[in-house]
């Protein structure tokens, strides 16, 4: 017998991930989630009265209670958690944000309200340009103060693993000073932080886009490349944004300079950022909610993984993917929640409660959307699920269920937070 780090024990219900991944699951037959439609080749694998054990900030043993404390005893473990009557899931994997932000724009969600449209709201300054402004007039520590708050919401929430985008600075030192901002919070946090440079984001103001791409290009790039923070580097292809064409040279230099592409593609248009995703093998294609059968198509083909980001429908009161079309299509569907100062809800619960009510998920999609095929969306295979030999990324629920993350829409079910193996939010803090 060896002793664990930290051992959860009589799960009400242990979901482990995907029922058919290709990682060695726990040490048990276990059913296959009631929750598998025709449409999701991957039902939940669950365990009854589950446990886990973690070492080292990786999991151990995952299986029935009875077995896995045989092995590690709780008499042995730092910490002991006794999840009695409680779901146990991964971590939440929230594979798309803006979450490094400054000033307020509560009084644009007021005028959006009143009927005025998003694109008039940035045609006057504000949108976008207007969190650019902010963040170019703030401080390091005040970024860094702001971001940690965040995170620590996030945290509270059961998000485990974050990517943050830079984008509001659209300048080579403010951008630099983003990606380093990012890099401190996420040394500094329990929440582990995926940086992604986002330089074309938008068009400046006073710049036109064609001489705004070559700056990004010949300065940005080079200059976040030699930085060596960011792994990712997007780009925001829309109609009055940037074109396919534009969007291609941005991203092959981004992969030139040793960054993996993603896209923010037919979001409010359908111009063929879905298809760019596909020809230059980016690691996802975000937004597409005007996305067609033959772009989703191609992403399967490509090996894109879709983020679909239901808060940002529910935020401008847009149509919503129909989720229906790319299960169909045999896509690993991702679901994030897009945190920005136009889509306000660091929650990956009320993101996969949209996903359900208004994509038409059903709870077992929803949740691998929010943690194993958002890893995916990251290029990360060892976080997601509760596997032998991925990191300790555990959430406990104040609920029976899985299901209640949805179903409790609203309300936070997160009782208990364990990252990297160590409790760091709710009962059993390691301080």
Same mark, same amino acid.
Not at 175 to 203: C, D, N, Q, W, Y
């Given at each position: 017998?060896?002793?664990? /780090?930290?051992?959860?024990?009589?799960?009400?219900?242990?979901?482990?991930?995907?029922?058919?991944?290709?990682?060695?699951?726990?040490?048990?037959?276990?059913? #296959?989630?009631?929750? &598998?439609?025709? $449409?999701?080749?991957?039902?939940?694998?669950?365990?009854?009265?589950?446990?886990?054990?973690?070492?080292?900030?990786?999991?151990?043993?995952?299986?029935?209670?009875?077995?896995?404390?045989?092995?590690?005893?709780?008499?042995?473990?730092?910490? %002991?958690?006794?999840?009695?009557?409680? $779901?146990?899931?991964?971590?939440?994997?929230?594979?798309?944000?803006?979450?490094?932000?400054?000033?307020? *724009? =509560?009084?644009?969600?007021?005028?959006?309200?009143?009927?005025?449209?998003?694109?008039?709201?940035?045609?006057?300054?504000?949108?976008?340009?207007?969190?650019?402004?902010?963040?170019?007039?703030?401080?390091?520590?005040?970024?860094?103060? $702001?971001?940690?708050?965040?995170?620590?919401?996030?945290?509270?929430? @059961?998000?485990?693993?974050?990517?943050?985008?830079?984008?509001?600075?659209?300048?080579?030192?403010?951008?630099?000073?983003?990606?380093?901002?990012?890099?401190?919070?996420?040394?500094?946090?329990?929440?582990?932080?995926?940086?992604?440079?986002?330089?074309?984001?938008?068009?400046?103001?006073? /710049?036109?886009?064609?001489?705004?791409?070559? +700056?990004?290009?010949?300065?940005?790039?080079? $200059?976040?490349?030699?930085?060596?923070?960011?792994?990712?580097?997007?780009?925001?292809?829309?109609?009055?944004?940037?074109?396919?064409? /534009? =969007? *291609?040279?941005?991203?092959?230099? @981004?992969?030139? &300079?040793?960054?993996?592409?993603?896209?923010?593609?037919?979001?409010?248009?359908?111009?063929? @950022? #879905? /298809?760019?995703? #596909?020809?230059?093998?980016?690691?996802?294609?975000?937004?597409?909610?005007?996305?067609?059968?033959?772009?989703?198509?191609?992403?399967?083909?490509?090996?894109?993984?879709?983020?679909?980001? !239901?808060?940002?429908?529910?935020?401008?009161? &847009?149509?919503?993917?129909?989720? +229906?079309?790319?299960?169909?299509?045999?896509?690993?569907?991702?679901?994030?929640?897009?945190?920005? !100062?136009?889509?306000? +809800?660091? =929650?990956?619960?009320?993101?996969?409660?949209?996903?359900?009510?208004?994509? @038409?998920?059903? !709870?077992?999609?929803?949740?691998? %959307?929010?943690?194993?095929?958002?890893? *995916?969306?990251?290029?990360?295979?060892?976080?997601?699920?509760?596997?032998?030999?991925?990191?300790?990324?555990?959430?406990?629920?104040?609920?029976?269920?899985?299901?209640?993350?949805?179903?409790?829409?609203?309300?936070?079910?997160?009782?208990?937070?364990? #990252?990297?193996? *160590?409790?760091?939010?709710?009962?059993?803090?390691?301080?």
């Amino acid at each position: 017998m060896s002793g664990a /780090q930290t051992v959860v024990y009589d799960a009400a219900e242990l979901v482990v991930g995907p029922a058919d991944a290709d990682e060695t699951g726990p040490d048990t037959d276990t059913p #296959a989630d009631a929750d &598998a439609t025709d $449409a999701q080749p991957q039902p939940l694998q669950v365990v009854e009265n589950g446990a886990i054990a973690i070492q080292d900030g990786r999991i151990r043993r995952v299986g029935p209670t009875d077995a896995v404390l045989d092995e590690f005893p709780i008499e042995e473990a730092v910490h %002991a958690i006794d999840a009695r009557g409680r $779901a146990v899931i991964p971590g939440f994997v929230d594979a798309h944000t803006h979450a490094l932000i400054a000033g307020d *724009r =509560s009084d644009e969600f007021a005028r959006k309200l009143r009927g005025t449209p998003y694109r008039q709201i940035l045609a006057e300054g504000g949108g976008i340009l207007r969190t650019v402004r902010a963040v170019r007039d703030a401080s390091e520590d005040v970024l860094l103060a $702001a971001l940690r708050d965040t995170l620590d919401t996030m945290l509270a929430h @059961g998000t485990t693993t974050v990517e943050i985008k830079s984008g509001y600075g659209l300048d080579v030192e403010t951008e630099r000073r983003m990606l380093s901002v990012i890099e401190r919070a996420g040394a500094a946090h329990p929440v582990s932080v995926v940086p992604t440079f986002m330089g074309a984001h938008a068009v400046p103001e006073g /710049q036109d886009p064609e001489t705004y791409v070559d +700056s990004v290009i010949s300065e940005q790039i080079p $200059a976040v490349a030699d930085q060596g923070i960011a792994q990712f580097c997007d780009v925001f292809t829309e109609e009055g944004v940037f074109t396919v064409d /534009q =969007s *291609r040279r941005v991203l092959e230099s @981004g992969m030139a &300079a040793g960054m993996t592409p993603k896209v923010h593609a037919e979001e409010l248009t359908h111009l063929g @950022g #879905a /298809q760019l995703a #596909a020809e230059v093998g980016a690691a996802s294609a975000d937004h597409l909610l005007h996305a067609t059968d033959e772009d989703i198509e191609a992403l399967v083909d490509a090996d894109v993984t879709p983020v679909l980001l !239901p808060g940002t429908a529910f935020g401008l009161d &847009a149509e919503y993917p129909v989720a +229906s079309r790319f299960f169909e299509a045999g896509a690993p569907v991702a679901v994030a929640t897009d945190f920005n !100062p136009n889509c306000h +809800s660091e =929650s990956m619960g009320f993101a996969l409660a949209l996903a359900c009510v208004e994509c @038409g998920m059903t !709870p077992a999609q929803a949740l691998l %959307a929010g943690t194993r095929n958002g890893a *995916r969306a990251l290029n990360l295979d060892d976080r997601g699920a509760l596997r032998p030999g991925y990191r300790g990324d555990v959430v406990v629920l104040d609920a029976p269920s899985y299901v209640h993350v949805p179903y409790s829409y609203g309300v936070n079910r997160v009782e208990t937070v364990i #990252a990297g193996g *160590r409790p760091v939010h709710g009962g059993a803090v390691d301080d």
